[in-house]
C-alpha cells in the first residue's frame, strides 16, 4: 500500500500542516483535509509513516459523522474530495480527505473518559481524583467509571502538549452556554458511540472531540471523530479491569518508546520495522471490526 508522510497539492492555498491532517482552502468557506500517514506519540510527530492510516482514520471518521449526525450537526459538505484538486493530485486525496465546512474552532478539546487509564490514571492515583473531580476510593486501572467523565482540554500549539483544564476555566475562557452544550453533546455522542462499539466487541475507553461554530454561531463536531487516534478502543474479549488493555490504536509506539531513554520532545527517535507493521495491523483490524467492512484503499 501506498503511503503518503505529507501532501503535495499546489492548485490549492495551503492553510497549514498539522500533525496528521494537511489543511487546504477551498474557496472562502469549505476546506480540503487530507489525513496522512504521520504518526504523533506524545505530541511528537514520528519521522516514519504507518502505510495506510491516515485512509483508516478518514474512512472511521465518515462512518461515525453519519452515525451520529442526529445528535449535533457536523463539517461534512458531501463535496468528493477528488474534483476540488487537480488531476496529477488525486491521488493524494483518494480514501483520505474530506471537504468541509469551514469553521471558527472552539480552542479547547472535549475529552470523555469511561473508563481509568492512561493520565487519568496516573492523576487519580496522585490525588483520588481526575481534572479535579472526585472518584471513589478503590478504583482499580481500566476500571469502568459510574458515569462518563467530561474533562476538557485548552488546545495547544504543534509539538506542546495539551492542558487538561477545569470546566469553571472552560466556562471562562468560551462561556458558561457554550461550554454546558459541548459537555452534553460530548457526553451524548460518547454514549452512543460507546453503545454501538459494544455490539461490535469494542470498548471505548476514551474520546476527544473537536468543535467549531459556523457563521451563524451554530456548534458543528469537526476534525476527526472517534478514530483509533483520537480515543482508546479496546477488545472486549480481552479485557479485564486490574491492568492496562491491548489497544487498537498506536499503543505499540507508545509502549516502544516508553522503553527509550527519550525526553518525548522533537526530534523522534526512529520507529523499527516490526513497530510499524503491528501498528499498521492495529489500525486495519479497527476498522474492519468497528465497521464490518475492509478498508477502501
Given at each position: 500500500?501506498?503511503?503518503?508522510?505529507?501532501?503535495?497539492?499546489?492548485?490549492?492555498?495551503?492553510?497549514?500542516?498539522?500533525?496528521?491532517?494537511?489543511?487546504?482552502?477551498?474557496?472562502?468557506?469549505?476546506?480540503?483535509?487530507v489525513?496522512?500517514?504521520?504518526?504523533?506519540?506524545?505530541?511528537?510527530?514520528?519521522?516514519?509513516?504507518?502505510?495506510?492510516?491516515?485512509?483508516?482514520?478518514?474512512q472511521?471518521?465518515?462512518?461515525?459523522?453519519?452515525?451520529?449526525?442526529?445528535?449535533?450537526?457536523?463539517?461534512?459538505?458531501?463535496?468528493?474530495?477528488?474534483?476540488?484538486?487537480?488531476?496529477?493530485?488525486?491521488?493524494?486525496?483518494?480514501?483520505?480527505?474530506?471537504?468541509?465546512?469551514?469553521?471558527?474552532?472552539?480552542?479547547?478539546?472535549?475529552?470523555?473518559?469511561?473508563?481509568i487509564?492512561?493520565?487519568?490514571?496516573?492523576?487519580?492515583?496522585?490525588?483520588?481524583?481526575?481534572?479535579?473531580?472526585?472518584?471513589?476510593?478503590?478504583?482499580?486501572?481500566?476500571?469502568k467509571?459510574?458515569?462518563?467523565?467530561?474533562?476538557?482540554?485548552?488546545?495547544?500549539?504543534?509539538?506542546?502538549?495539551?492542558?487538561?483544564?477545569?470546566?469553571?476555566?472552560?466556562?471562562?475562557?468560551?462561556?458558561?452556554?457554550?461550554?454546558?452544550?459541548?459537555?452534553?453533546?460530548?457526553?451524548?455522542?460518547?454514549?452512543?458511540?460507546?453503545?454501538?462499539?459494544?455490539?461490535?466487541?469494542?470498548?471505548?475507553a476514551?474520546?476527544?472531540?473537536?468543535?467549531?461554530?459556523?457563521?451563524?454561531?451554530?456548534m458543528?463536531?469537526?476534525?476527526?471523530?472517534?478514530?483509533?487516534?483520537?480515543?482508546?478502543?479496546?477488545?472486549?474479549?480481552?479485557?479485564?479491569?486490574?491492568?492496562?488493555?491491548?489497544?487498537?490504536?498506536?499503543q505499540?509506539?507508545?509502549?516502544?518508546?516508553?522503553?527509550?531513554?527519550?525526553?518525548k520532545?522533537?526530534?523522534?527517535?526512529?520507529?523499527?520495522?516490526?513497530?510499524?507493521?503491528?501498528?499498521?495491523?492495529?489500525?486495519?483490524?479497527?476498522?474492519?471490526?468497528?465497521?464490518?467492512?475492509?478498508?477502501?484503499?
Amino acid at each position: 500500500m501506498n503511503s503518503l508522510y505529507q501532501t503535495s497539492i499546489h492548485s490549492l492555498p495551503l492553510l497549514g500542516h498539522g500533525k496528521v491532517r494537511d489543511n487546504y482552502a477551498v474557496g472562502d468557506d469549505k476546506i480540503l483535509i487530507v489525513t496522512t500517514d504521520r504518526l504523533s506519540a506524545f505530541d511528537v510527530v514520528m519521522n516514519e509513516p504507518i502505510p495506510g492510516k491516515g485512509m483508516v482514520l478518514n474512512q472511521m471518521s465518515d462512518f461515525w459523522f453519519e452515525k451520529l449526525g442526529h445528535i449535533v450537526p457536523n463539517h461534512l459538505t458531501g463535496v468528493a474530495p477528488e474534483s476540488v484538486v487537480a488531476a496529477d493530485e488525486v491521488e493524494q486525496v483518494k480514501g483520505r480527505a474530506v471537504v468541509a465546512k469551514r469553521l471558527k474552532p472552539i480552542m479547547v478539546e472535549a475529552v470523555v473518559r469511561g473508563y481509568i487509564i492512561g493520565s487519568g490514571w496516573k492523576d487519580y492515583q496522585d490525588t483520588g481524583s481526575i481534572c479535579g473531580i472526585k472518584l471513589p476510593a478503590g478504583l482499580q486501572q481500566a476500571e469502568k467509571l459510574p458515569e462518563p467523565l467530561f474533562t476538557p482540554a485548552a488546545k495547544a500549539d504543534l509539538g506542546e502538549h495539551d492542558e487538561n483544564i477545569s470546566f469553571a476555566d472552560m466556562e471562562s475562557r468560551i462561556g458558561a452556554e457554550l461550554a454546558a452544550k459541548m459537555r452534553d453533546v460530548s457526553i451524548a455522542l460518547y454514549k452512543a458511540a460507546a453503545d454501538y462499539a459494544a455490539t461490535r466487541g469494542i470498548i471505548i475507553a476514551d474520546t476527544k472531540f473537536e468543535f467549531g461554530l459556523d457563521d451563524n454561531g451554530v456548534m458543528h463536531l469537526m476534525d476527526e471523530v472517534l478514530t483509533a487516534d483520537s480515543s482508546r478502543f479496546w477488545p472486549a474479549d480481552s479485557y479485564a479491569p486490574g491492568m492496562s488493555p491491548p489497544s487498537f490504536d498506536k499503543q505499540f509506539v507508545r509502549d516502544y518508546l516508553e522503553t527509550l531513554t527519550w525526553g518525548k520532545t522533537a526530534p523522534a527517535p526512529a520507529l523499527p520495522a516490526d513497530v510499524i507493521d503491528k501498528t499498521q495491523a492495529k489500525y486495519f483490524e479497527a476498522i474492519e471490526r468497528l465497521t464490518g467492512q475492509k478498508l477502501k484503499a
